[in-house]
């Protein structure tokens, strides 16, 4: 997903805003004009058993569980030929203000009601992090920058090149656009260049090494565009999408050698259960497209997954398979704030530094708090919660949150309204797992990331904070945020004080840059893994061990594409459509 973590850590909402933005919401029908096939879930009528053999009301060549970053063009791809049922636990995102304006980002990650956009989780790192349940996924509630994979990550993948090269411009003539670089963008891009992130490589998509500028799914006006739009593209007479369809399992045929995928169980907005059924042909599949958290949730739920652990929770085993759920790795990130001595345009994601090293520096601006907001709480999300790192939780009482809303008072406002700089590592060698908490699809699982475990990726951290440590002392930031230079240790300082994770503080962090790395990391949001290729997934992605079931989406990757992944995610939705197309039709695909 694109980089989202650090803003959504620092700041309340602004009261004023509040009030005008909750008479914008709920109003969901103006789509219907442009996106017809889009339907409540309580609107799908279940008429068809899972021993339906031909066809008729109900029953689809693929169903799609998941309307996320990949879910979306691999559905309107697929509809161009055959029936295609796309199942959407959340709702649409285009009357959603907190989504679409780029002015409202920090709004929809701190919004922890059962309607978000975002669903909030804590990996048991201690770290907070959010998963998307919308229509357009990860797409709606990231930083929105837009840049593709490395050549080597598409050579790693064994993707065909040819295809790959056609199925990014089909996303971006739709979606993306060149940003008009902010002033806080020009100073960090300057920046980079004077440490020695070089060459400066202008606005690309492309990953090379130096310092560049990417595309944006935020259009001009500060709009959002997601993956969501791209279903305009689909067959509206083979496309149907149900939004607030929240899949509880995967049904399957046990009675052959392997088992079979037949259809889906899911339960609609009002509660009520449904079925879904494939067409009973050979290639017909149900695709998991679910998201690097959803996808192994998805499977365990459904009985696919490491025996012993499947049984503690009574599920029935429909495959044993030990590595569902295991490998799982996050970016680590860490930041480092940037006050101003006067006001900052807002900006997301649009300078980049890439360098050998596998650290990527990247920078936001101008999400400060405002007089107002500096005295509101917004739950588990906002700091009045998260910055009580060294009181243990179940000590996190009202008590404890009202002294630190008022100590906040009395933090120095520049801090809140200048820039950070994002410091985050590539390929982190340290993985984790994610297991079943319990067997309610709507909760989440417990995720372990192991931040920095491998003393590599700790290394890499320390190497780019020194980084971004040289960036603030520069000229080109002094001279923008027309403050002094200030020393490591008071940088250090600053972003210990406001940082937010559950991870207790240590005194040394301003002194051991190892230990501020440990102690102040945060998600970036670009987790994967879970659902490997090789061992939940064959190369074609389809789920090892069954018939009739598909993998597209990041639990597949063991890295992280890029310097951000939707672009490769939407195009991996696009891509793998295509193949499934040609494989099947051949010339007829007319693709």
């Not at 304006?101 to 990996?123: E, G, K, R, V, Y």
């Not at 065909?160 to 806080?184: G, M, T």
Request: proline share 5%.
């Amino acid at each position: 997903m694109a980089s989202v973590g650090a803003v959504k850590l620092f700041f309340c909402f602004v009261l004023w805003l509040s009030n005008i933005l909750s008479s914008c919401q709920g109003k969901e029908n103006f789509y219907e004009y442009r996106y017809p096939f889009i339907r409540r879930a309580s609107s799908f009528s279940t008429s068809s058993s899972f021993s339906s053999s031909s066809g008729g009301d109900n029953v689809y060549d693929y169903i799609i569980v998941g309307g996320g970053t990949a879910g979306c063009p691999l559905a309107a791809t697929l509809s161009q030929n055959f029936s295609v049922l796309l199942l959407e636990r959340g709702g649409v995102p285009f009357s959603n203000s907190n989504v679409s304006f780029l002015q409202n980002f920090h709004i929809a990650l701190a919004d922890t009601s059962p309607t978000s956009a975002s669903q909030f989780f804590i990996s048991t790192d201690g770290v907070l992090n959010a998963r998307a349940r919308v229509l357009g996924g990860g797409t709606c509630i990231n930083a929105g920058f837009y840049t593709r994979a490395s050549a080597r990550f598409i050579k790693r993948m064994g993707w065909d090149a040819k295809l790959v090269n056609e199925s990014y411009p089909w996303v971006e003539k739709q979606i993306v656009h060149r940003p008009k670089l902010a002033p806080w963008q020009k100073a960090v891009r300057d920046s980079l260049l004077d440490i020695g992130v070089s060459p400066f490589n202008g606005f690309t998509y492309d990953h090379i090494y130096g310092t560049k500028i990417g595309g944006t799914i935020f259009d001009r006006f500060g709009r959002r565009h997601t993956a969501a739009e791209l279903l305009s593209s689909g067959n509206p007479r083979k496309l149907t999408v149900l939004i607030h369809a929240s899949v509880q399992k995967i049904v399957f045929d046990t009675t052959g050698k392997q088992p079979k995928a037949v259809g889906v169980i899911f339960k609609d907005e009002n509660g009520d259960q449904h079925q879904a059924v494939l067409v009973n042909k050979a290639q017909s599949e149900i695709i998991l497209s679910c998201g690097a958290i959803g996808t192994p949730q998805m499977l365990l739920l459904s009985g696919i997954g490491p025996k012993a652990d499947l049984k503690k929770l009574n599920i029935p085993v429909v495959l044993n398979n030990k590595f569902v759920g295991k490998g799982m790795a996050d970016n680590p990130m860490n930041t480092i704030f940037v006050p101003s001595n006067r006001p900052v345009e807002q900006s997301l994601i649009q300078t980049v530094g890439i360098t050998k090293k596998g650290v990527y520096i990247e920078a936001s601006s101008g999400f400060g708090q405002s007089s107002d907001s500096i005295h509101c709480h917004h739950g588990i999300m906002s700091a009045e919660i998260g910055q009580l790192s060294t009181i243990p939780p179940k000590q996190r009482t009202p008590e404890a949150v009202q002294e630190y809303i008022k100590n906040k008072r009395n933090l120095p406002h520049e801090a809140f309204k200048g820039g950070f700089i994002l410091e985050k590592i590539a390929n982190p060698i340290s993985t984790g797992e994610l297991n079943l908490n319990n067997t309610n699809v709507d909760d989440n699982p417990s995720v372990t990331f192991n931040y920095f475990k491998h003393p590599y990726d700790l290394q890499r951290c320390v190497e780019g904070i020194r980084m971004a440590t040289k960036i603030v002392q520069s000229e080109h930031v002094t001279n923008f945020t027309r403050c002094n230079k200030e020393t490591v240790d008071k940088i250090l300082n600053m972003s210990v004080a406001a940082s937010v994770n559950l991870i207790p503080r240590h005194t040394n962090d301003t002194k051991s840059m190892e230990q501020f790395c440990k102690d102040t990391v945060i998600t970036i949001w670009h987790y994967h893994g879970g659902c490997h290729v090789g061992k939940v997934v064959n190369p074609e992605y389809k789920v090892l061990g069954v018939h009739g079931l598909r993998i597209v989406d990041g639990s597949t990757f063991s890295e992280s594409p890029g310097t951000n992944p939707q672009a490769t995610v939407m195009m991996m939705g696009r891509y793998m459509a295509v193949k499934i197309l040609r494989e099947r039709l051949g010339r007829a695909a007319g693709i």
